[in-house]
């Protein structure tokens, strides 16, 4: 029972109505949850949160509180969307998509001192990210300590479209600070960011970041930062090897 982690439409469609049919004999809450995500996934919010409903009076699990909140925020219904996701982080405070619910969710009401902590390296997209770039477990996340001559920071751009469109716009200012970066925009935005920057400047999907090293004397570190981190200045947002 993980919440709405990524599940595609196609899936949902097709998954939908054998969870219905079960559901209709076997009410138990893990079926009654995953169809109510079902039904958000597709476009059924109203009938998400009435199966939903359904499961967490069955079972106060807190993917199934995660689950409502996020439908209720989709209706709009932000105050009874925050205390779902509350109460799910209450539970789970080690789970990254209930952090990251949660912290939206403090986000959307106001609270940006409480909810910075909890959202930051709450990102699941970091995880994803570091696949893609074929990143070691040595790469390390900055700590904004000043990077040697011979390290590299390796900018991950995550967020929104609009966050990965405006963000981008502070890496010049690396270079006036003397620091040798890399941009890793994903695929979608390669082909517009190539028009921007140096191609040697730019990673695309599947490249291997971090070579082996070098039989030299001396040491190449890579350290990876998240792009968001330039536009809101906080110093622990970036990874060294």
Same mark, same amino acid.
């Given at each position: 029972?993980?919440?709405?982690? %990524?599940? @595609? +439409?196609?899936?949902?469609?097709?998954?939908?109505?054998?969870?219905?049919?079960?559901?209709?004999?076997? @009410?138990?809450?893990?079926?009654?949850?995953?169809?109510?995500?079902?039904?958000?996934?597709? /476009?059924?919010?109203?009938?998400?949160?009435?199966?939903?409903?359904?499961?967490?009076?069955?079972?106060?699990?807190?993917?199934?509180?995660?689950?409502?909140?996020?439908? #209720? !925020?989709?209706?709009?219904?932000?105050?009874?969307?925050?205390?779902?996701?509350?109460?799910?982080?209450?539970?789970? @405070?080690?789970?990254? =998509?209930?952090?990251?619910?949660? &912290?939206?969710?403090?986000? !959307? %009401?106001?609270?940006?001192?409480?909810?910075?902590?909890?959202?930051?390296?709450?990102?699941? $997209?970091?995880?994803?990210?570091?696949?893609?770039?074929?990143?070691?477990?040595?790469?390390?996340?900055?700590?904004?300590?000043?990077? /040697?001559?011979?390290?590299?920071?390796?900018?991950?751009?995550?967020?929104?479209?609009?966050?990965?469109?405006?963000?981008?716009?502070?890496?010049?200012?690396?270079?006036?600070?003397?620091?040798?970066?890399?941009?890793?925009? =994903?695929?979608?935005?390669?082909?517009?960011?190539?028009?921007?920057?140096?191609?040697?400047? #730019? +990673? !695309?999907?599947?490249?291997?970041? +971090? @070579?082996?090293? #070098?039989?030299?004397?001396?040491?190449?570190?890579? $350290?990876?930062?998240? &792009?968001?981190?330039? %536009?809101?200045?906080?110093?622990? &947002?970036?990874?060294?090897?």
């Amino acid at each position: 029972m993980n919440g709405f982690q %990524a599940l @595609p +439409v196609d899936a949902a469609l097709q998954r939908t109505p054998e969870l219905e049919q079960i559901a209709a004999t076997r @009410p138990n809450s893990l079926i009654l949850h995953d169809l109510g995500v079902c039904y958000f996934t597709t /476009g059924y919010p109203e009938k998400a949160l009435c199966v939903l409903e359904t499961a967490w009076k069955k079972n106060r699990n807190p993917s199934i509180a995660l689950s409502m909140g996020l439908v #209720l !925020k989709e209706l709009g219904r932000h105050e009874e969307s925050l205390e779902m996701l509350e109460l799910a982080y209450c539970s789970a @405070p080690e789970d990254d =998509y209930i952090r990251l619910g949660y &912290s939206e969710g403090l986000l !959307k %009401a106001g609270f940006w001192k409480q909810a910075w902590p909890i959202y930051d390296n709450a990102r699941p $997209t970091q995880q994803a990210a570091a696949i893609d770039l074929r990143l070691s477990l040595g790469v390390r996340e900055w700590n904004g300590s000043p990077l /040697g001559a011979h390290q590299k920071l390796i900018v991950i751009n995550e967020g929104g479209t609009g966050d990965r469109f405006s963000y981008a716009r502070w890496l010049p200012e690396l270079t006036k600070l003397g620091i040798d970066w890399v941009f890793y925009p =994903y695929e979608e935005l390669f082909s517009f960011y190539e028009r921007i920057f140096p191609r040697e400047r #730019l +990673v !695309k999907d599947g490249e291997q970041i +971090v @070579p082996a090293r #070098l039989k030299n004397s001396r040491r190449t570190d890579r $350290t990876v930062c998240r &792009s968001w981190g330039f %536009a809101t200045k906080r110093r622990n &947002s970036t990874k060294a090897d």
